[in-house]
């Protein structure tokens, strides 16, 4: 334990305070702290990076992916054409009377937030979250440009100069071209990617597309750059709704006290006075590096978002110390009150001893995490709904028809008796074509004896059939006579189906109608 203790004595110490200190609130209206936390390096801050490069480039470059639906359809993989009323997602292609599958889409996110929470916390805000991803994005250009920790705090406290001026235009100026790469990213989801492109820079685009982008670089900047910390505080509603979907088995960042207390920066006098203390040198590493000023140690706290930073920095610390990793660590409430069970043993004091054997090595009665802990009750109706819903989405995605019709009967007059006897009703058939194909739709009579009907504006015989074409992606209205012998037509209304149907893809479709005569009126 001597070289062990020598380390602790030599190692860094920074002067780092919780800025949001679960000890000590802040009032509502104070004045902002200045965050400047310090650049980590571990396996969470590299997971971190490959999130963000993910997520970033899922952003930035959907819009650029192209995807060949025909001749008669757009070429872009995801689209939102508003103009024309449609959503198009690679192969789908979703119409406004389809738009429970965008709610079943949220119910889904819903559902998989709580799922992603009640199993390893708050990992949507520390790793996936926009503001989050943004806030990672703009820190890393102010690092490149004012240096890590305490060269911007350095910069920050020193007196204007040209040096000082230079930096903070530079570093502002990216983060403004950040923010209007991300408005200007947002409207290419909305019209053909490449030529918005062009119209936005030769000032052709619609005014609502520079409103969008505007408004977007405005807040991007404001509060990825500028808030930061105080939007996850104080503008999102989940810290303070996520506490419900936590139980005593979900994984939280966890301060492991049961084996760090009592801290102590002076390891080596302690020994030699015979006084056990914990792990923590009190070196203040997890404090430097938390992107909400916050202090782990403090226990759980709403301004905690998981990102695992304080980890990565902990257990850089215990390497070079030669201790165990996990001092900071994901654990969950079932096995922190285990271990810190072991190292009270009902005394109310934490021994730290009484968590290591002889060797000095962490005892085998430690509880440690492990993975099946996650499958338990309440993991398994989430996952089921989240499950239930997709698969249900999935098997109206798939049997769903691309032929719709619609019909409206006159309703004056509701029907018109002709100078032969005969009786004619008059209908608005809507064909709806929902394939980026032409197709010849087949409008047929379905019951109705000795029944016949007439196109306006198609020339083709009257008849119990009609061939109508209509257009890719489009609605044809058709305005349709139906005509019934006067012998036929005393039985009074009738029912019956006009039929359209697709011969070449066999789709078809019903809808069921009335026959008005003047006996039905009697």
Known sequence: MTTENAASE???????????????????????????????????????????????????????????????????????????????????????????????????????????TSTVGRAWCGYTCPQTVWVDLFLVVERAIEGDRNARMK???????????????????????????????????????????????????????????????????????????????????????????????????????????????????????????????????????????????????????????????CDAVMDKLGRERGLISYATLSDYNANMALATA?????????????SGKLSGAVAHFHWRKIFRPRTFVYFGAWSLVGLAMLYALLTRDRLEVNVLHDRNPQYVLLSDGSVRNGYTVKLLNMIPEPRVIFLSLEGLPGATMQAVGIDQPEGRSLAIPVEPDRLREVRIYVRQPAELSHRGNERFNFVVEDKASFERDVYHAKFDTPEGSR
């Open 155 to 313: 910069l920050d406290g020193a007196p204007w100069s040209l040096g000082k001026l230079s930096k903070r235009v530079s570093k502002h100026a990216i983060w403004l071209l950040i923010a209007v790469a991300t408005g200007g990213a947002w409207v290419f989801y909305f019209a053909d990617a490449p030529s918005l492109f062009v119209e936005i820079f030769t000032g052709k685009a619609a005014a609502v597309a520079y409103i969008t982008i505007g408004v977007l670089t405005a807040t991007t900047y404001v509060l990825g750059g500028l808030m930061r910390e105080q939007v996850c505080t104080y503008m999102c509603p989940w810290p303070r709704i996520q506490a419900a979907m936590l139980d005593e088995n979900s994984l939280t960042v966890t301060y492991n006290d049961w084996r760090g207390e009592p801290r102590s920066r002076h390891a080596k006098k302690a020994a030699a006075a015979g006084v056990s203390v914990g792990d923590c040198v009190d070196c203040n590493a997890c404090v430097a590096v938390c992107p909400m000023g916050i202090d782990i140690r403090d226990g759980q706290q709403l301004e905690c978002i998981t990102c695992a930073l304080c980890i990565d920095a």
């Open 10 to 116: 030599a190692f860094e110490r920074i002067d780092a305070e919780a800025v949001n200190s679960a000890t000590k609130r802040q009032p509502l209206y104070a004045a902002r702290k200045k965050i400047f936390p310090k650049r980590a390096s571990g396996q969470f801050r590299r997971f971190k990076w490959l999130i963000m490069a993910i997520t970033l480039g899922i952003y930035y470059l959907t819009p650029w992916i192209r995807w060949d639906r025909g001749p008669y359809a757009p070429d872009q993989a995801v689209l939102i054409d508003l103009a024309n009323r449609r959503f198009y997602f690679l192969f789908i292609e979703i119409w406004p009377q389809e738009f429970f599958y965008v709610a079943g889409l949220l119910v889904m996110a819903g559902i998989g937030l709580f799922l992603i």
């Open 346 to 358: 009902g005394s109310g004091s934490i021994d730290p001893a009484r968590v290591r054997e002889a």
